[in-house]
Nanobody
């Protein structure tokens, strides 16, 4: 089983909302930086939003104001609330984790060691 499991994807109309969840399996993610990435068909995997163990956040410019990342340490889960969704947000969304002692919130893909299998988000009318 993948160390991280995403859920919450689906089909939504433009302007709609979804909340993605990232749950850890086999480890406690509370001290890890967790990131959300996405990969659209024919494109590379890009960072969406990341959150440090201390709660610092990073958002890619095109997601600022629309997406919110948060973490619930009691539930070992990180969330990505996505509002005002656009067709160009259609992609497979992955969560990933960076082990301590890294404590930043960068969404640099090479930093992330543990990955989930991804969840499909489709924005279409």
């Amino acid at each position: 089983q993948a160390p991280l499991v995403e859920s919450g994807g689906g089909l939504v109309q433009p302007g709609g909302s979804l909340r993605l969840s990232c749950a850890a399996s086999g480890f406690t993610p509370n001290y890890y930086t967790i990131g959300w990435f996405r990969q659209a068909p024919g494109k590379g995997r890009e960072g969406v939003s990341c959150i440090s163990s201390g709660g610092r956040t990073y958002y890619t410019d095109s997601m600022k104001g629309r997406f919110t990342i948060s973490r619930d340490n009691a539930k070992n889960t990180v969330y990505l609330q996505m509002n005002s969704l656009k067709p160009e947000d259609t992609a497979v969304y992955y969560c990933a984790a960076v082990r301590p002692p890294y404590s930043g919130s960068n969404c640099l893909r090479y930093l992330y060691e543990y990955w989930g299998q991804g969840t499909q988000v489709t924005v279409s009318s």
